[in-house]
């Protein structure tokens, strides 16, 4: 709706094809320049993979696990630029969706869904488990940093296209399920309160992790971990959303509702 109003009032901002591949080669620019500065900072400091490999980056010595875990947030997770490309990747479809009206682009043939959908396989994979059980580089970890925000990126993009456009079936069908709405709704504070979630888990820790027994013994760990965190997000998320979110997205819905009606009565003047 912003968007919307924003052409209605300038008009030919959205409809100039100059300003459009511009737009498209600064956002290229941008992005390139975000894995580049992933790439220099991990080999320069010598950073980890992230949480990605959590269960392999516990060594013998706890201090020195956080040690290199509160670098690696420091100095890459919680900076803005280690994460502009998967924003930019986002504005840039979103763009191009409502620039071409999704429901008028034209449908891929099969062999363009099938290459697609085996591209954003392999992408998710590579930007989940390519380094997984791999002995520690720097220079693959800086490879790895550099690519992995902008791989995942590019196959949530190819998903969310194929079913806005009704070619994601089974997808389609899955992802537009009732119960993701409320997790839909619960998004920008799952993204706010996750951090804290962490850190205030791993700074209260005295031992480290068991994950002696190789294979199943690590995997299942982790898996009862992630659900944890994932209870704990929520739930602390939830109660972010009730307690601020939703009062202050009421009352500025309230206060541009009475703004939008006195803009109008000063007009009928």
């Not at 993701?180 to 920008?188: A, G, K, T």
């Not at 799952?190 to 480290?208: C, N, Q, R, S, W």
Request: proline letters at 2%.
């Amino acid at each position: 709706m912003r968007l919307a109003s924003c052409r209605l009032s300038t008009p030919g901002l959205f409809d100039n094809p100059w300003r459009t591949k511009i737009g498209y080669v600064l956002i290229f620019l941008c992005i390139y320049g975000s894995c580049f500065i992933n790439f220099i900072f991990t080999k320069q400091y010598e950073l980890i993979d992230g949480p990605v490999r959590l269960a392999e980056h516990y060594s013998t010595d706890l201090k020195d696990f956080q040690r290199r875990f509160w670098k690696y947030f420091d100095i890459l997770y919680s900076k803005p630029y280690s994460r502009l490309g998967t924003f930019l990747i986002g504005i840039a479809l979103g763009y191009y969706l409502f620039q071409k009206k999704a429901t008028t682009i034209k449908r891929r043939s099969q062999v363009m869904l099938s290459l697609g959908w085996i591209m954003a396989a392999i992408f998710m994979w590579f930007s989940l488990f390519a380094l997984y059980g791999r002995e520690e580089s720097v220079l693959e970890t800086a490879v790895y940093n550099g690519l992995k925000h902008l791989l995942f990126s590019i196959s949530v993009a190819w998903i969310i296209f194929v079913c806005v456009t009704g070619q994601g079936g089974f997808f389609t069908t899955f992802l537009s399920s009732k119960i993701f709405i409320v997790i839909s709704r619960l998004s920008y504070t799952i993204y706010l309160t996750h951090m804290v979630i962490l850190e205030g888990y791993f700074l209260a820790m005295k031992d480290l992790i068991d994950h002696s027994t190789k294979a199943w013994g690590g995997v299942l760990t982790m898996i009862l971990f992630n659900l944890q965190m994932i209870f704990w997000i929520l739930s602390a998320s939830f109660v972010v959303s009730v307690v601020f979110e939703t009062p202050i997205l009421r009352i500025t819905a309230l206060f541009f509702r009475e703004t939008k009606q006195e803009i109008k009565t000063s007009k009928q003047e």
